[in-house]
């Protein structure tokens, strides 16, 4: 009898098969739209914001001038900091001087505040001249975009009038830049999501642009967006609802931890409020390509140097922290925040270097080691080897030496949809 079981299942197996295929299609289907796997190319590892009005098309170099000059101030607090790591320390002056800023945001909300509508418009046209004047000079980040004022009702009017004046001044003289992007801030509602989509599909139409070119950013900083109404994760529909445009949820610290009544000596990036919002963001984003920030420090490295080294020591510190939490992009304030940023950003990757590149040498041969490594853990250790040579903190050279992989074959391990294409380490 026992020998008659296997030929007895075996028998029903292609019609089960068809079953299944037939009670999972949908299923399947809803999978793969709703959680296509990490988006293609390089993500910046910082966004630097910038008041609309203080915009300028050298604003980059001038940024790059600034951090290079506060390091060369303040060489021997910085080297304190990374343990005495020179060559650590001439990385990121390398790094300053050829790309300070990697992600740039023209700032219309919070950080340039309410005017006049004829001077908003002014600026708004005027920063759309700066920003393609610099790219035509190739003094412009690799990324670039706007925030303009949210969707509730006392900005929303002022908000979608900023964004449809910059468009039309930027794609009058030439194609929407590579990696532009638009930031919806305050966000309270999945509508507001739904309504941003319905308007970026009608600019495009009006502007002459292809559909879906048009890509935008949410930024989580009100409790509503976190938890709704009726107990669930609006965050999670808020991405579902964005029609594939969604490209990022960035954490917005002060306003996020102001609405959730804490005294503002105890905001922080670090405060439990902020590991909760930015837990269910992390949850919210997995698998769909949506990509995380963390905010920012208002702790600036300015002033004496004891009020430089505090300040430094804070944002190394808070950088790090989210670097080992899974969230690789962070904002920056201040060209002085620029050498910790890189400088904690590149020991993360250089000090994790060889471990990684073992492991995954040891994953990828086969051979046995004192860890057991599977393959979602194979996919994490060569994205953080990508992201690493995304910045600039690995070379080409010292993770194909380390790894016996060239980029095509990490890129594959990581399921990424392309080879590294766009860091600076060869």
């Known amino acids: 009898m026992e020998s008659q079981v296997p030929g007895r299942a075996l028998g029903v197996l292609v019609e089960l098969e ?17 959680y296509p796997g990490e988006r293609a190319g390089r993500q910046p590892v910082h966004t630097v914001y910038v008041p609309a009005d203080r915009f300028h098309a050298g604003l980059v170099p001038e940024h790059g001038a600034a951090a290079l000059q506060v390091t060369e101030e303040h060489e021997a607090l910085l080297l304190g900091l990374v343990d005495g790591d020179h060559d650590l320390v001439a990385r990121v002056r390398e790094k300053l001087g050829r790309e300070p800023v990697e992600d740039l945001r023209i700032d219309f909300e919070d950080g340039y505040g309410s005017r006049p509508d004829d001077e908003e418009d002014a600026d708004a046209r005027r920063s759309a001249d700066a920003l393609r004047s610099a790219i035509r000079a190739g003094d412009a980040a690799p990324y670039n975009g706007i925030r303009f004022k949210g969707f509730e009702a006392p900005t929303r009017r002022r908000g979608v009038r900023t964004l449809a004046v910059f468009l039309e001044r930027l794609v009058a003289d030439g194609p929407l830049p590579d990696g532009f992007v638009v930031t919806l801030p305050k966000v309270t509602a999945v509508e507001q999501v739904e309504a941003l989509v319905h308007t970026l599909q009608r600019l495009e139409e009006a502007l002459g642009l292809s559909g879906g070119s048009l ?24 991405v579902h ?36 919002a930015k837990a269910v963001m992390q949850a919210a984003a997995a698998g769909t390509g949506v990509r995380l920030s963390d905010g920012s420090t208002n702790v600036l490295p300015v002033g ?11 944002h190394l510190r808070l950088v790090r922290r989210s670097l080992a939490r899974g969230f690789y992009q962070g904002w920056d304030l201040h060209p002085a925040q620029l050498p910790t940023r890189f400088a904690a950003t590149f020991a993360f990757y250089r000090e994790g270097l060889d471990a990684a590149a073992g492991r995954l040498r040891t994953y990828v041969q086969r051979q046995d080691s004192g860890v057991l490594d599977e393959p979602a853990t194979a996919r994490a250790l060569a994205d953080f080897l990508l992201r690493g040579l995304d910045c600039g903190a690995l070379s080409g050279a010292e993770v194909a030496d380390a790894t016996g992989l060239d980029t095509d074959a990490l890129a594959g391990l990581a399921h990424r949809a392309g080879a590294h294409a766009d860091g600076e380490g060869d």
């Open 241 to 276: 609802a964005s029609g594939g445009r969604c490209t990022g949820l960035h954490y917005g610290t002060y306003d996020y931890s102001a609405y959730c009544g804490i005294a503002a000596a105890h905001q922080s990036l670090a405060h439990p409020v902020a590991d909760h």
């Open 304 to 314: 004496a140097p004891e009020q430089v080294a505090a300040a430094w020591a804070n």
């Open 215 to 238: 890509h935008f950013e949410i930024q989580v900083e009100t409790p509503q967006s976190i938890l709704g109404p009726d107990g669930t994760a609006l965050v999670a529909r808020m």
């Open 18 to 34: 068809a079953e299944l295929d037939e009670r999972l299609g949908a299923v399947d289907a809803a999978l793969a739209a709703h």
